[in-house]
Every structure is written in structure tokens, then in C-alpha cells.
């Protein structure tokens, strides 16, 4: 491990600060980070743009984190104890090589940001669980390939921010009209013919981007590793 790593986990503990921020460090193991599971004060991880595939059972350690940031490195699959973590509010998975999340994913009771863009899920990769996020305010799954959308997501009725595009969905479920509280709905990129008429009383308060076909690209998700 680099001193410069040694050094912010010692700063943290030693001066008690709140956020520790390891973005871009080549950090391939969270286990190599001496110490950092020791840091049960903090509220803040920043971990994104580094070479991570896995996350240890000891994240559930930090047990005030508010805030986790694992955007851009090649995660495959994450621990169930990453449900403990009772106060987390935002959690990044962008940009990741995920293909299921973990049973009991569901019970975060604080969560309100979930960005699970660039990752390799579908509507089988959800445990049965995930719609009792009830406290999201942002679902960002963009860029991933779900086909269909559960009607369970009708539960999240505190969402402002629904974001779909660039999969491969052929339809959204009638409930997605009892989001009433939703603002932006990102929907191009997918292969929806039609609406469900439920969105129609959104028409004035949901900013609705349209459908547009699929965009023809190298996903960052296939190339994670030259990223």
C-alpha cells in the first residue's frame, strides 16, 4: 500500500475526518487499505476510477457511511452485508461489471440516490426485496438490459428521478403511474412503441425525454478495464 494511502486512514482517524476520498489510486483490494475498516467514524467513501472486483463482507464495519462511491472500477457482485450500512443515503455502482445485486439488497431504509448505471443487469438481476427502497428520490439504471420493468415499481413513490434509457425495454407497466412525485423520466434508447396511458397526468410536471433507437456505441461497461 502507498503512503499516501496509509496517510489519509491515519488523518481520518487521528483528526477525525468525515470523508476519505481514494478516487483514482489503482486500488485493487479494499483489504489491501490498512486500517480502513477501523474507520467506523466516517461518513463519506469515495472509492471510484480504481481496478476493484470484488467488495469485502467488512464494509458493513462502516457502519456511519452516508455516502459510497464505487463508480468506474470492475465489480462483479457485492456482499449482502453492504444492507447493513443503516444510514447510507447515496450509493454509485456505475460503471461496474455487476450482474445480480445480493439477497436483502432491499433493506436500506435510508437510501435516497442509487446509481446503478453501466452494469449488466435485468429484471431478474433484482432481488425481491429491491422495491422496498421506499426512500429513493433517484434511480439511475441506465445502460443496462432490462427488457421489462417490474410493476413493483409503483412502490417507489418518493422517486423524482427515473432513469432508463439505453436498454431494452419493449414496455413500462401501467403502475409507473403512481409515481406522482416524478419529475424526470429518461426513457430514449430502448425500443418502447408506446406509453402506458397512466403517464398522462405527468404530462406538465415529468420531464419526459423521448425515445430515440438504441445507440450504437462500445459500452464502458464491456471496456472497464481501459477505463
Same mark, same amino acid.
Given at each position: 500500500?502507498? =503512503?499516501? *494511502?496509509? =496517510?489519509?486512514?491515519? /488523518?481520518?482517524? /487521528? =483528526?477525525?475526518?468525515?470523508?476519505?476520498?481514494?478516487? +483514482?489510486?489503482?486500488?485493487?483490494?479494499?483489504?489491501?487499505?490498512?486500517?480502513?475498516?477501523?474507520?467506523?467514524?466516517?461518513? #463519506?467513501?469515495?472509492?471510484?476510477?480504481?481496478?476493484?472486483?470484488?467488495?469485502?463482507?467488512?464494509?458493513?464495519?462502516? $457502519?456511519?457511511?452516508?455516502?459510497?462511491?464505487?463508480?468506474?472500477?470492475?465489480?462483479?457482485?457485492?456482499?449482502? %452485508?453492504?444492507?447493513?450500512? #443503516?444510514?447510507?443515503?447515496?450509493?454509485?455502482?456505475?460503471?461496474?461489471?455487476?450482474?445480480?445485486?445480493? $439477497?436483502?439488497?432491499?433493506?436500506?431504509?435510508?437510501?435516497?440516490?442509487?446509481?446503478?448505471?453501466?452494469?449488466?443487469?435485468?429484471?431478474?438481476? *433484482?432481488?425481491?426485496?429491491?422495491?422496498?427502497?421506499?426512500?429513493?428520490?433517484?434511480?439511475?439504471?441506465? +445502460?443496462? +438490459?432490462?427488457?421489462?420493468?417490474?410493476?413493483?415499481?409503483?412502490? *417507489?413513490?418518493?422517486? #423524482?428521478?427515473?432513469?432508463?434509457?439505453?436498454? +431494452?425495454?419493449?414496455?413500462?407497466?401501467?403502475?409507473?403511474? /403512481?409515481?406522482? #412525485?416524478?419529475?424526470?423520466?429518461?426513457? %430514449?434508447?430502448?425500443?418502447?412503441?408506446?406509453?402506458?396511458?397512466?403517464?398522462?397526468?405527468?404530462?406538465?410536471?415529468?420531464?419526459?425525454?423521448?425515445?430515440?433507437?438504441?445507440?450504437?456505441?462500445?459500452?464502458?461497461?464491456?471496456?472497464?478495464?481501459?477505463?
Amino acid at each position: 500500500m502507498s =503512503k499516501s *494511502l496509509k =496517510k489519509i486512514v491515519e /488523518e481520518s482517524r /487521528e =483528526k477525525n475526518i468525515l470523508e476519505v476520498d481514494m478516487c +483514482d489510486r489503482g486500488i485493487s483490494s479494499m483489504l489491501d487499505i490498512s486500517g480502513l475498516f477501523t474507520l467506523s467514524h466516517i461518513t #463519506q467513501l469515495v472509492l471510484s476510477h480504481n481496478k476493484l472486483t470484488t467488495v469485502p463482507a467488512n464494509i458493513a464495519d462502516l $457502519r456511519n457511511l452516508e455516502v459510497l462511491n464505487f463508480f468506474n472500477n470492475q465489480i462483479e457482485e457485492l456482499p449482502i %452485508q453492504i444492507s447493513s450500512l #443503516q444510514k447510507l443515503k447515496h450509493l454509485n455502482l456505475g460503471m461496474n461489471r455487476l450482474n445480480s445485486l445480493p $439477497r436483502g439488497f432491499g433493506s436500506l431504509p435510508a437510501l435516497e440516490v442509487l446509481d446503478l448505471t453501466y452494469n449488466n443487469l435485468n429484471e431478474n438481476s *433484482l432481488p425481491g426485496n429491491f422495491f422496498y427502497l421506499t426512500t429513493l428520490r433517484a434511480l439511475y439504471l441506465s +445502460d443496462n +438490459d432490462f427488457e421489462i420493468l417490474p410493476p413493483d415499481i409503483g412502490k *417507489l413513490t418518493k422517486l #423524482q428521478i427515473l432513469s432508463l434509457r439505453d436498454n +431494452d425495454l419493449i414496455s413500462l407497466p401501467k403502475e409507473i403511474g /403512481e409515481l406522482t #412525485q416524478l419529475k424526470e423520466l429518461h426513457i %430514449q434508447g430502448n425500443r418502447l412503441t408506446v406509453l402506458p396511458p397512466e403517464l398522462a397526468f405527468m404530462a406538465d410536471t415529468c420531464r419526459r425525454t423521448p425515445n430515440h433507437p438504441r445507440r450504437t456505441m462500445t459500452s464502458p461497461r464491456r471496456s472497464a478495464g481501459s477505463l
